[in-house]
Structures are given as C-alpha cells and as structure tokens.
C-alpha cells in the first residue's frame, strides 16, 4: 500500500511538471501559426491563411488569442474584397467574396463576431458578376459581336432567374441589339441587318418569361429577316441581268451569311459563279 502510494506521488509530480511544458508548446505552435498566416496575407494567398487559422482553431478551439487573430483575418481578407468592389475591380473583388462564402462553414462557432453574414457575400458575389456582364456585353455590343452579348447574359439569368436587376439589363441589351438592327435596316444595310435580325429570331425561343417584355416577336423579326433577303435577291437579280456578275455574286453571298440554307440563292449564285468563269476563260483564251 505504502509503495503504490510513493507511485502515485510521483505520478502527480511529473503530471504537474508537464503542465508548463504543454503550455509552451501551446503558446509556441500558435504563436508560429499566427506569423505563417500573416506571412501568407501579406502575400495575397488568403486561403492559405484561412486554412493555417482554421487549423489551429480545431485544435486549440478555446484559445482567445488563435480566435482573435482568426476574425482579425477574416475581416482582413473581406476588407481586400470590399476595396476592390469599391473601385470597380470586381473579378477580383468577386474571387475574394467568394473564397470568404467557401469557407464561411468553418467560420460557424463565431460568425456572430464577424463584421458580416453569409447573405451579404451571396450579394456581394451576384453584384460583382452582374457588373462584369454588363461591361462585356457593352464591349460586346461595340464589336457587334451580338451573340456574344446575348450569351454573357443567358449564363447570368441561368444563375439569377428571378432577379429583376438582371432581367432587365438582358431585356436593355436584346432591345439595344433590335434598335442597331432598326437602324441599319432604315440606311438600306440589309445584310447587316439581316444579320442582327437573325441571332434575335434564333435566340428567342430560350427568352421564356422574358418575352412578354419585349418589344418585339418572332413573327416581327422573321418578317423582318424576309424583307431583307427579298431586297438582296432583287438588287442580286438586277445586277445578274446587267452583267455585273461579280457585284451579283457578292450581295448573294451577303444573303448567305444570315440565311445560309437558302437554296434558291445557292442555285442563282452557282449559276453567276459558273458563267463569271467562262467568262474569264474567254477572255483568257482570247487574249492568247
């Protein structure tokens, strides 16, 4: 009896030498923790920082100074975001936010201490994306690169299909499209505009719920498509009948480029094609 106790004696005395050694540890690995993470912020790897914190949060869950150094990152990582939204850089703003929603799980025990909530970088996430398709639709627009356009917002209102902010910018941008194609129409630009009338017609069977506020139909810009090309085949037929074969050929081609399946314009331009050689080889041959 007298030696189990001598043993257990001694086992509290080592226990209680261990103690400050464990709490040096401690103090040594968060304090290392804490300098990596600044390291990695520093350098803009903000997941890695995240990632060090979230570390030695599970490990040291009720550590005040791991928990503080952790909100202090998180409100440094979500003040980088905010600035860049600020002055208009919302790829990176938008990369930011959305890090910050990836791992706002982890931010669970203490996400009533941070300066914002996970709705706020849902928003946040869905205002970056909304600038940045209107600016490339605009570049878009600019180059004529319509479908382009059209195609930036149809991925945005797959993401947000009840948010009106994005409905109506894609119904702006669709009616932008038809007043170019309008215009261009009224300064007798019938291919161009042919063109323009066709990637409307072909995009709005996919406008659902969009069509209703609109200010054209399909019926509208098929009659519109038809005029252009009835125009073309006329002015195409004029200058056949006049011998400009080359100038025929090339207002043809221009029906083709906005309805290229057109057999009765492929059968009239073949046939300009084929006399426009003969012709050429006559010459060729005479010339000899």
């Known amino acids: 009896m007298s030696c189990?106790?001598?043993?257990?004696?001694?086992?509290?005395?080592?226990?209680?030498l261990s103690l400050p050694s464990c709490?040096?540890?401690?103090?040594?690995?968060?304090?290392?923790?804490?300098?990596?993470a600044h390291r990695s912020l520093q350098a803009g790897d903000f997941q890695k920082a995240l990632d060090t914190y979230q570390s030695m949060y599970k490990k040291y869950p009720?550590?005040?100074?791991?928990?503080?150094?952790?909100?202090?990152?998180?409100?440094?990582v979500k003040a980088h975001g905010d600035k860049a939204f600020d002055t208009?850089?919302?790829?990176?703003?938008?990369?930011?936010?959305?890090l910050l929603l990836k791992n706002f799980p982890h931010f669970s025990d203490f996400s009533n201490l941070l300066s914002f909530k996970e709705q706020f970088l849902i928003t946040r996430v869905k205002n970056c994306r909304t600038h940045q398709a209107e600016k490339q639709a605009q570049c878009f627009l600019r180059t004529r690169d319509f479908q382009g356009g059209i195609d930036v917002y149809r991925s945005l209102i797959e993401q947000y299909p009840s948010d009106k902010t994005v409905r109506n910018r894609y119904v702006s941008l669709l009616?932008?499209?038809?007043?170019?194609?309008?215009?261009?129409?009224?300064?007798?630009?019938?291919?161009?505009?042919?063109?323009?009338?066709?990637?409307l017609f072909r995009n709005y069977s996919s406008l659902?719920?969009?069509?209703?506020?609109?200010?054209?139909?399909?019926?509208?810009?098929?009659?519109?498509?038809?005029?252009?090309?009835?125009?073309?085949f006329e002015d195409g037929l004029e200058q056949y009948r006049s011998g400009d074969l080359t100038r025929a050929i090339s207002t043809w081609k221009n029906i083709l480029t906005f309805d290229p399946e057109n057999l009765e314009v492929k059968k009239a331009m073949d046939k300009a094609v084929f006399q426009s050689k003969n012709l050429k080889k006559i010459k060729s041959d005479n010339n000899k």
């Open 175 to 199: 009616e932008s499209i038809k007043r170019q194609a309008d215009l261009e129409f009224e300064r007798k630009g019938y291919a161009s505009s042919g063109r323009s009338y066709r990637i």
């Open 62 to 76: 009720k550590d005040p100074e791991t928990r503080k150094n952790y909100i202090e990152a998180i409100e440094s």
């Open 208 to 232: 659902n719920h969009l069509k209703r506020s609109l200010s054209y139909n399909a019926g509208l810009l098929e009659a519109r498509i038809n005029a252009c090309r009835k125009i073309l």
């Open 23 to 36: 709490g040096g540890l401690k103090r040594t690995q968060v304090k290392n923790a804490i300098e990596e």
């Open 88 to 98: 208009d850089n919302f790829v990176q703003a938008q990369i930011t936010y959305e």
């Open 4 to 16: 189990f106790r001598r043993i257990l004696i001694l086992l509290q005395v080592v226990l209680l």
